[in-house]
C-alpha cells in the first residue's frame, strides 16, 4: 500500500493514546493462546473479535483491512495445499497418481489443515493488531522503558525508517523504467532490473551519508531523542483486556474437554 502505510493507520487509530502495554498484552496473550490451542474455535474467535475491535470501535476501514489480510492469506493458502497432501492418517477422501507417486489427501490431513489454517488466522489478526494500534514510536518508548539497550533501539529506528526511503526510491525508479518500457522484452527486463538494484545501491548509499551529515549537524550524542506521548496504564482500558482473555482461556478450556465431560 504506497497511499496508507501501517504506520499511518496507526496514527489514525482510535486506540493510538491507549498504553503500548495494555495493547501488547492483549495481542500477545491471544496469540499465545491461539498457538497451545488444540482446537481451530478458539484461533477463530480471537481473530473475529479483534477483527471487529479493529473494525468498529477502531474505525479501520474493511477495505483497508482486506488488503493487509491478503498477503499472508496467499502464503496461507500454499502452504495448506502443500499441507494436505503431506500429512497422513485416517480415511482417504481423493487420491489421485501423479507419474509414479500416488497422491492422496486424507481426514487427519484435512484436521491438521484446519488448525493450522484457524492458527495462522488468529496469530496474524493478534499480530496486526499490534501493528493497526501501535506506532512504531511508541513501541521505541515502550522498549527504553523496558531498559533495552539503547545503541539496539537506534539501531531499529535507523532500519525502520529506511524501509521507506528504499521503497519509496525502488517504486520511482521501477515507474520511470516502465513507462519507458524497461519491461516490454525479456532481456529488457533483466538489463532494467540489473540498473534498478544498482541505482538503489548507490541512492541509498547517499542517504545514509545525508543522514550522518544531518546528525551531525544537530550535534548528536548517541541518543535518539523520541517524543514519548503515551499515557500511562488505564483501569478502564486494562480490565475489559484481562476480561476478554480470562473468556478466551475459557473458551479454550471448554473446546479441550470431551463432548460427554461438558454435558
Known amino acids: 500500500m504506497i497511499e ?35 482446537s481451530p474455535v478458539v484461533p477463530v474467535v480471537s481473530g473475529i473479535v479483534l477483527s471487529l475491535i479493529l473494525i468498529i470501535p477502531g474505525r479501520l476501514s474493511p477495505l483497508h483491512y482486506a488488503k493487509i489480510l491478503l498477503g499472508p492469506a496467499v502464503f496461507l493458502i500454499m502452504s495448506i495445499i502443500v499441507l494436505l497432501f503431506m500429512h497422513g492418517g485416517g480415511d482417504v477422501i481423493w487420491q489421485f497418481p501423479v507419474f509414479w507417486i500416488n497422491c492422496s489427501i486424507t481426514t487427519g490431513a484435512v484436521r491438521e489443515s484446519i488448525l493450522v489454517l484457524c492458527r495462522v488466522f488468529g496469530c496474524s489478526v493478534s499480530l496486526f493488531f499490534i501493528v493497526l494500534t501501535t506506532p512504531m514510536t511508541d513501541l ?10 539503547i545503541e539496539l533501539i537506534d539501531l531499529m529506528m535507523i532500519v525502520y525508517r529506511f524501509i521507506f526511503i528504499f521503497y519509496s526510491q525502488t517504486v520511482e525508479i521501477w515507474q520511470a523504467q516502465v513507462m519507458r518500457l524497461g519491461y516490454r522484452r525479456p532481456k529488457e527486463a533483466i538489463r532494467s532490473f540489473s540498473m534498478l538494484c544498482g541505482m538503489l545501491f548507490i541512492s541509498s548509499w547517499s542517504a545514509g551519508e545525508d543522514l550522518i551529515h544531518a546528525m551531525d549537524c544537530r550535534c548528536y550524542n548517541g541518543v535518539f531523542p523520541v517524543l514519548d506521548q503515551t499515557e500511562p496504564v488505564q483501569m478502564s482500558s486494562f480490565i475489559p483486556v484481562l476480561v476478554y482473555l480470562t473468556g478466551l482461556c475459557g473458551i479454550l478450556v471448554l473446546a479441550t474437554q470431551p463432548v460427554g465431560a461438558i454435558l
Open 4 to 38: 496508507i502505510n501501517l504506520d499511518h493507520i496507526a496514527q489514525q487509530s482510535t486506540f493510538r493514546h491507549i498504553h503500548p502495554g495494555t495493547k501488547l498484552f492483549l495481542a500477545l496473550g491471544s496469540l499465545i493462546i491461539c498457538l497451545v490451542s488444540p
Open 140 to 149: 521505541f518508548n515502550g522498549m527504553k522503558q523496558a531498559h533495552i539497550p
